[in-house]
């Protein structure tokens, strides 16, 4: 009896418990997560939290734009949109599963900015206390290498030299003179930039190209001449300096189409006197409709007040290209159609003409600049006569002409012309007339006859020399 009643104590329970237990409810699970930016070609990890115990997996929906890892890290792979979606399974009896989608921007590939152009794309820096070359290198170099004996034709070597130096002559681009730069450290604070360039009589200005640039580039250099620069933004000084400058020729570029320009100044005559500088320049054509702002000024700079125009009847220029350039300038155009030893015995008048418009200009201090259409052989014609007056070595003279053939295509060789003019050529038919005045006498004495024969006084020659040597 006693046993019955543990078994029924024992099971009764059993009985009343068996109804089904309730299944505990899981949590919602949550992600939270921020969009993302990422560089392309750079990674980013994504930044994300969950309640659930579960790991989180990814997808991105455009890999082309940006992968993900199982770690979540995202990589640029081009520029663009996507997104990215993070999700974590459901834990049973604990959490539900969840998922969030996020945005991935991938931003092109931040390139730095290109750095400026070394310093060897501009011209050479002048500092204070250097001393510079004004004359262009080679041809002040081939002033230096070659020297012609007086009254021989026999050969020319600017061809030669030119091939031995690795120069382009005949024609060539070697007719503009040496150019340098004045630089100085950047100021943000710097506005209206003037850089002055001094000679001992005269002042160069200059003004950079563009606000951001900080230095000035400067040419027509006088050889053999002392300079000062100062560089100022309103009463700062920028840099300062001096330099000085050697060579022989004096070329002038006028940055426009006028080309093979340069002054008849620097040559040493037979008793030892130099012809002054800025007195005589001779040069290509001076157009007005080629001549730019900057060309302008340099007309004014050096002092040219006077022009020459050798040209013939389908070119000759009816007024001057100086008109509302300078006051009070001179102007002269005898109308000649060929150079040498035409010019010099068929067009004796004009020739005349030409030789007294260019004392007189002289005598009054108006620097002239004569010029045909290349500033070659009319040109040349009068340079000769020009130079030979003064007593310049008739050498020395065939050498200056040939400078003409550092020039390029249209100012040292016309259109349709294949033969190289050199000294050997017309140069010598022009000269040879000379000397057949010269008698046993200089090349010197020739022209003096010569001048004396078509009209110009002793008086205005002696003038002359006077005024143009030192």
Known sequence: MKTRLLYLYILLPLFFGCEDKPVPVAENAYITAADVTVEEGSTEQIVASTNSSAPFTYVSADEAIATVSSEGIVTGVTPGYTTVTLSVAAVEGKFTDAEKTINVTVSAKETPPTPPEPDDDLDPEIKSGDVVLATNASVDKFLNDVHYNTHDYSATQLLTWAEANNVKVCPGNDDKPSSYTIRWTKDP???????????????????????????????????????????????????????????????????????????????????????????????????????????????????????LDLRGKSDVLEESTLKGIVDDYEFCAPVIEEGYAQMLRDDKEKTRQCMQFIMDCVDKNKPVYFHCSLGRDRTGTVAMLTLGILGVPEGDISQEYELTQFAPHGYATSDGEKTRMTRIVDYKGAANVIWGYAGDGSFQDGVNAYLLEIGISQADIDKFKANMLQ
């Not at 040419?219 to 920028?238: F, R």
């Open 189 to 307: 604070s710097a506005t209206n930039i003037v850089a002055t360039v001094s000679e001992p009589d005269r002042d160069w200005t200059y003004t950079p190209s563009t606000p951001e640039d900080n230095y000035v580039t400067i040419t027509n250099l006088l050889p053999n001449t002392h300079y000062t620069y100062k560089v100022v933004s309103g009463s700062k000084v920028l840099t300062e300096g001096t330099f000085e400058t050697v060579g022989k020729v004096h070329q002038v570029f006028f940055r426009t189409r006028i080309r093979n320009s340069r002054d008849l100044g620097g040559w040493t005559t037979t008793d030892g006197k130099t012809v002054k500088y800025r007195k005589v320049y001779r040069g290509g054509r001076l157009e007005p409709t080629y001549l730019a702002k900057s060309g302008k000024a340099a007309i004014k700079t050096e002092g040219i007040k006077a022009q």
